[in-house]
């Protein structure tokens, strides 16, 4: 295997870097837009679900109160309780 003599360094190029005349950087900025935008969408999506949740629970335990209390009047009508 060959090593470079100690001291000798390549000549600095001066010309400019290359540049990619292709869409490459262009593409790779949309995915990380639309990822980020899919992540950002995500969080309120749970966020949402999480809020509906918690509604239709109270909306359930108001109408199991409202359904337990009907029937109860109903029984001490019918019982005369």
């Known amino acids: ?9 390549p000549e600095p190029s ?3 870097p290359p540049v990619d005349p292709s869409e490459a950087i262009h593409h790779a900025y949309r995915f990380h ?3 980020r935008r899919a992540r950002v969408e995500h969080r309120r999506r749970t ?5 509906r949740f ?3 629970l109270v909306v ?4 199991t109160v409202v359904l337990g209390l009907t029937i109860w009047n109903e029984i001490q009508r019918l019982f005369g309780l």
């Open 47 to 51: 966020r949402e679900a999480g809020l």
């Open 33 to 35: 837009r639309a990822k």
């Open 54 to 56: 918690y509604v239709i």
């Open 1 to 9: 295997m060959a090593r470079p003599e100690p001291g000798v360094r």
């Open 14 to 16: 001066t010309e400019p």
């Open 60 to 63: 359930l335990a108001f109408l």
